[in-house]
């Protein structure tokens, strides 16, 4: 197998997924400013949505989507699990990773890309920057959602590090950096995130 990274909060999921499994691949680094994940040969041998990341597997042909690469890896290096070992842990961490991602992650990464990332992504998909404010308003309406949700729990999805967990630290750290940071109200959270920053995980070097 071998895996292609870059630079942002979609590529970290899976690369602290490997992490916390211990799966170490051969790795190619795409230059995601400069825009080599839309340009042959990327878009054209691996990803035709060109995005980051891909797993190309052993026999040539390629996962995309943090999902469905993080799904494939825990069937293939089950332990320790990060999705679960009976159907309804299972279910419990996909129930949890959809709603972060369509709550939070989803419209925080797309706030900044309409306004903050907008000289990046203008060029290279459709941009609604009068969006920008509402999305990133969304995305703390999520947060604000799940803090009480998480009240005495160490993890998202219950009493174990999950799939849920790796995939809302990777995005909310991002967005620290591009001006969206947590709200401090929000204390379950701000608790849980100083947790998982501290794993060996979040910090690979």
Known sequence: ?????????????????????????????????????????YNIEVNPAGQTPALELDDGSVLTEITAICEYLEERYPAPALIGTTAEERARTRMWTRRIDIRICEPLTSGFRFAEGLPVFEPRMRCL??????????????LRWLDPLITGRDFIAGGALTLADILLFAFLDFGTTVGQPIDPANANIVRWYERMKARPSANPN
């Open 129 to 142: 920057p009068e969006a920008a404010a509402g999305l990133k308003a969304l995305a703390q309406d999520g």
């Open 1 to 41: 197998m071998r895996f292609y990274n870059s630079i942002g909060p979609n590529p970290r999921v899976v690369t602290m997924f490997m992490a916390e499994k211990g799966i170490e691949l051969p790795e190619v680094m795409i230059d995601l400013r400069g825009g080599e994940n839309r340009r042959a040969p």
